[in-house]
């Protein structure tokens, strides 16, 4: 009997180890980052404001096609090879989280891991990468303005965290506010062209080689040609926020070199007003230039303030142009 007795308590110790080994495996393979727990993107505007719509004005609509490319086990003392990313498509929801839809996804592969990342999307929710990108040049409508944006993302990170892609825009913004005076006082009949004679750069290639910063490298196409800009309705001025705009007009153009003497903006009612470059204009990816502009007379028109700003953000610069 003893020995009988001895016997099932070793049967039961050597059961006991072996659920009590198989319990510990259980709990070491539920950890997210040796499970292969996938990514969890965020896309956040880097000039990110509220109350507005669609990306030219810094938020998601909640449909935008988001290419999201990943290296794993990135080693920083390598130059990265993208052509072994990983390029998965997402949508972007109107909080920024990123719904994987196709194409290849990435997850983790330990704790310790670090992964590169970098992101597009394009105005047109393109699912491959263009040659060249251009803007459209009727912007009046909603579709057209938005379409023409491009943005932009990258990012590093380990340890199985959540990753935040900050995007920024890759195109430069054109703000103008007509003042309600002189010849078109109280006018319901006003918009605005960005260029003259087919004079502004409509497309562009862009690359990643060497980049500075958060912006990418540009190649002027050999595109010309005018932009009719997108109406934002009566505007507060910046130079007096007592003062609201008759009307104003944004749209968004490839960076590019307005020369001298060549004209940059024409205000439309029942005749042009147009204004010329007094020296050369610089328009940088990733900057709104806003421009208040007074019609003096039948023939006169003035910018009497130029503010140049990340967009969400600026600082006025002491410029007065004819």
């Known amino acids: 009997m003893n020995r009988l007795s001895d016997l099932k308590r070793m049967i039961l110790l050597l059961l006991a180890g072996i659920l009590s080994a198989c319990s510990h495996d259980d709990l070491t393979e539920t950890s997210p980052a040796e499970n292969g727990e996938p990514?969890?993107?965020?896309?956040v505007m880097?000039?990110?404001?509220?109350?507005?719509?669609?990306?030219?004005d810094n938020s998601w609509e909640g449909t935008e096609t988001?290419?999201?490319?990943?290296?794993?086990?990135?080693?920083?003392?390598?130059?990265?090879d993208w052509t072994q990313a990983k390029r998965g498509i997402y949508t972007a929801g109107t909080d920024g989280k990123l719904t994987f839809t196709s194409g290849e996804q990435s997850s983790w592969l330990s704790d310790t891991e670090t992964k590169l990342v970098r992101a597009w999307h394009y105005g047109d929710d393109s699912k491959v990468h263009p040659d060249s990108w251009p803007v459209q040049r009727n912007q009046g409508t909603d579709d057209n303005y938005a379409n023409?944006?491009?943005?932009?993302?990258?990012?590093?990170?380990?340890?199985?965290?959540?990753?935040?892609?900050?995007?920024?825009?890759?195109?430069?913004k054109v703000v103008v506010h007509v003042r309600n005076v002189g010849p078109v006082y109280e006018s319901d009949d006003v918009s605005v062209t960005v260029g003259e004679m087919?004079?502004?750069?409509?497309?562009?290639?862009?690359?990643?080689?060497?980049?500075?910063?958060?912006?990418?490298?540009?190649?002027?196409?050999?595109?010309?040609?005018t932009i009719t800009a997108?109406?934002?309705?009566?505007?507060?001025?910046?130079s007096d926020g007592n003062e609201t705009s008759l009307a104003s007009f944004a749209a968004l153009v490839i960076?590019?070199?307005?020369?001298?003497?060549?004209?940059?903006?024409?205000?439309?009612?029942?005749?042009?007003?147009?204004?010329?470059?007094?020296?050369?204009?610089?328009?940088?990816?990733?900057?709104?230039?806003?421009?208040?502009?007074?019609?003096?007379?039948?023939?006169?028109?003035?910018?009497n303030n130029i503010t140049v700003s990340d967009w969400g953000n600026g600082g006025n610069y002491d410029l007065t142009t004819e």
């Open 255 to 303: 960076p590019q070199t307005v020369k001298e003497n060549e004209y940059y903006l024409v205000i439309n009612n029942r005749r042009e007003y147009s204004c010329y470059a007094s020296k050369d204009i610089v328009w940088k990816a990733g900057h709104s230039y806003t421009y208040e502009v007074t019609i003096t007379k039948e023939s006169g028109v003035w910018v």
């Open 198 to 225: 087919n004079n502004i750069v409509m497309n562009g290639t862009v690359s990643t080689d060497n980049i500075s910063e958060n912006y990418l490298n540009w190649t002027p196409g050999s595109t010309r040609g």
């Open 66 to 80: 988001v290419i999201v490319e990943v290296i794993d086990n990135y080693d920083n003392t390598t130059t990265p």
């Open 39 to 43: 990514l969890v993107l965020t896309a």
């Open 46 to 56: 880097a000039d990110a404001t509220t109350g507005t719509r669609a990306t030219p």
């Open 230 to 238: 997108y109406s934002l309705g009566p505007q507060p001025l910046a």
């Open 148 to 172: 023409s944006d491009l943005l932009f993302a990258q990012g590093r990170v380990s340890g199985g965290q959540e990753i935040a892609l900050k995007f920024y825009h890759q195109v430069a």
